[in-house]
T-cell receptor, first 119, second 115 residues
Framework: GAVVSQHPSWVICKSGTSVKIECRSLDFQATTMFWYRQFPKQSLMLMATSNEGSKATYEQGVEKDKFLINHASLTLSTLTVTSAHPEDSSFYIC???????????????FGQGTRLTVV | AQSVTQLDSHVSVSEGTPVLLRCNYSSSYSPSLFWYVQHPNKGLQLLLKYTSAATLVKGINGFEAEFKKSETSFHLTKPSAHMSVAAEYFCVVISHSGGYNKLIFGAGTRLAVHP
């Protein structure tokens, strides 16, 4: 199957600093990537849809100025957590859809996730 | 709107016994359904998917799921549990919203396997 690489796998940063997380589709082009947040022992919450060459679409309640998304190429999307605070500590996961013959055959491939700890 | 409900937050089985993880869906059209597995601090791996072809879907590592429209269910099964399958399992439905195919996740079921 297709591979999505997410980097870094874990990061510790000081409160007030910014952190960038990268999501790459290694062997396919992804016009759309998705960013999720997962709290401990909870499900994945969709934060935003990243669109190549245009602005990201954020889900309700997600601060776009806090979580900056850039999708500069067909294989790379980045999520920057700006002015991070301890409450931003979480597991962040990206995914990219590899399109099949029909929309119903679209399959999502996930990155390995990034554990962010803000101290 | 599309949604999935995982009926059990925790399931515990003995090694060698069958596994049943339950999922009910709600969809205004013929759904695309998936089961993903997540090991601790890892990304998600696709186990299997239903996309309106055969109702009994076979996945990796001996997992199966049966799409039952009359019951709006897509339960995941495995004949015999092994310690290695202890993980978090997510039932997922695709939502065609705003021109995108978004994944809607269930709350997850934590599967524990004991000797």
């Amino acid at each position: 199957g297709a591979v999505v690489s997410q980097h870094p796998s874990w990061v510790i940063c000081k409160s007030g600093t910014s952190v960038k997380i990268e999501c790459r589709s290694l062997d396919f082009q992804a016009t759309t990537m998705f960013w999720y947040r997962q709290f401990p022992k909870q499900s994945l919450m969709l934060m935003a849809t990243s669109n190549e060459g245009s602005k990201a679409t954020y889900e309700q309640g997600v601060e776009k100025d806090k979580f900056l998304i850039n999708h500069a190429s067909l294989t790379l999307s980045t999520l920057t957590v700006t002015s991070a605070h301890p409450e931003d500590s979480s597991f962040y996961i990206c995914s990219a859809n590899q399109k099949g013959p029909t929309p119903l055959n679209t399959e999502a491939f996930f990155g390995q996730g990034t554990r962010l700890t803000v101290v | 709107a599309q949604s999935v409900t995982q009926l059990d937050s925790h399931v515990s089985v003995s090694e060698g016994t069958p596994v049943l993880l339950r999922c009910n869906y709600s969809s205004s059209y013929s759904p695309s359904l998936f089961w993903y597995v997540q090991h601790p601090n890892k990304g998600l791996q696709l186990l299997l998917k239903y996309t309106s072809a055969a109702t009994l879907v076979k996945g990796i590592n001996g997992f199966e799921a049966e799409f039952k429209k009359s019951e709006t269910s897509f339960h995941l099964t495995k004949p015999s549990a092994h310690m290695s399958v202890a993980a978090e399992y997510f039932c997922v439905v695709i939502s065609h919203s705003g021109g995108y195919n978004k994944l809607i996740f269930g709350a997850g079921t934590r599967l524990a396997v004991h000797p």
